[in-house]
């Protein structure tokens, strides 16, 4: 999971911004996974996740950030008809901050803020789980990275697996 979430900063440190957004949405997602009983996730488990770790550090209820993340990663959207905003936009990261702000029907949201956030979140979840048996389970056949390979596969170079 700490790499996910490097891999996430080193994406908002070279200013990939649209990559670093679609993985940050997943983090409910994967870390709702990696805790349930059948490793799966589902849209009731992400907003319990979302409502448990990121709570109101981001002006977007569960449902708001569920419907965007359905929207952006299946649709290429920025809109959802079940949201409670016509559109939702993230501002790249300058000297001045726009963030958590509605500006007639459009919430605006820093989109490094918002990473950063989703990523503590993600992290603070890690410390609660870390010795969860669903987690440790989960967690050995989830995808990540080897750093030195996957035997019998690949051995001496990083993979994804």
């Keep these: 999971m700490e790499d996910l979430f490097n891999e996430i900063e080193r994406g908002l440190d070279a200013r990939v911004y649209h990559l670093s957004l679609g993985i940050a949405l997943c983090i409910p997602d994967i870390c709702a996974a990696l805790q349930s009983d059948d490793g799966k996730t589902s849209g009731k488990k992400y907003k319990e996740w979302y409502n448990k770790y990121v709570g109101d550090k981001i002006m977007m209820t569960a449902d708001d950030c569920y419907y965007f993340r ?32 509605v500006i007639n029907d459009v919430l605006n949201i820093d989109v490094r803020i918002f990473c950063k956030d989703m990523i503590k979140s993600g992290r603070d979840w890690l410390k609660d789980v870390k010795d969860n048996k669903n987690f440790i389970r989960n967690h050995e056949s989830s995808f990540k990275r080897y750093p030195n390979g996957l035997a019998p596969y690949i051995v001496g170079i990083p993979v994804y697996g």
């Design 70 to 101: 359905c929207s952006f990663l299946h649709q290429g959207s920025t809109q959802h008809e079940k949201s409670s905003y016509k559109k939702v936009i993230f501002v790249e990261p300058s000297s001045n901050v726009f963030h958590n702000n």
